[in-house]
């Protein structure tokens, strides 16, 4: 996998980049981002870097006017939302913001959506359709829908199975034994209509100093299902 990704180069002589928008609860990732960021993978050659982009967005979060306004995701989708945007939840980007990209080209748009969700925090879906716990699953089925309008591949990574399940904190290797993870990955499916074989468990880097292989194998499954997914989009949009 890893010597698959290295070798890597965009089939669309038109993209350079393929760009990759990762978005979810707050709290699901490493991070609690507050503006809209491009992550570079760094080569084995300082000064050069992978040909794919990963955006990062403000984390969704429960009641309005909290966390990143879904519009504003689906703005970035198509490309109009510029590096270095403040999200601010009570006030979606408008056109006349220096930060609006008002033409965006093919290179702009994104080309595989990702959502993260936290196995540990993952509400249940028979919750009280009025609780708040559904609110963001609302939202991102309305992310999700705007993809599927134009086109974009999407897939999800269940983070922190290790904090989820006592078997998978013991040994990463038995994720796929694990009912509770498959359960997880079920309810993730039927709340937000993406396949399951679309839905990728991972743990997170975190407290660890050294690479570890068994999370790698994780993560590098992870990302080359994304290029793959993205690369599939661009050609598609060449044609």
């Avoid at 990762?22 to 300082?46: D, Q, R």
């Avoid at 306004?69 to 270095?84: F, M, N, P, S, Y």
């Amino acid at each position: 996998m890893l010597q698959k990704l290295k070798d890597y180069v965009p089939g669309n002589p038109q993209v350079k980049t393929i760009r990759i928008l990762l978005h979810g609860p707050a709290g699901a990732g490493a991070s609690f981002t507050k503006k809209y960021e491009t992550h570079k993978i760094v080569k084995e050659k300082p000064g050069t870097y992978y040909p794919f982009l990963f955006y990062d967005v403000m984390g969704l979060e429960n009641g309005i006017d909290k966390g990143v306004d879904e519009a504003d995701i689906v703005k970035a989708l198509k490309g109009h939302v510029k590096e270095g945007y403040m999200f601010n939840p009570a006030s979606p980007l408008e056109e006349e913001n220096e930060y609006y990209v008002k033409a965006p080209t093919p290179s702009d748009t994104v080309h595989c959506l990702v959502s993260a969700i936290p196995a540990d925090k993952l509400p249940m879906m028979n919750a009280n359709k009025n609780d708040e716990t559904n609110d963001i699953f609302k939202k991102m089925r309305t992310i999700r829908l705007a993809a599927s309008y134009m086109g974009i591949p999407q897939m999800v990574i269940l983070t922190k199975v290790d904090s989820a399940c006592p078997l998978v904190r013991e040994d990463l290797k038995k994720v796929y034994w694990s009912k509770y993870i498959k359960k997880k990955i079920e309810q993730c499916s039927n709340e937000l209509g993406v396949p399951v074989n679309c839905i990728l468990p991972v743990k997170n880097y975190h407290e660890e100093i050294d690479l570890d292989d068994d999370m790698d194998v994780l993560l590098l499954r992870a990302l080359r299902q994304m290029v793959d997914f993205a690369e599939g989009f661009k050609l598609s949009q060449a044609d």
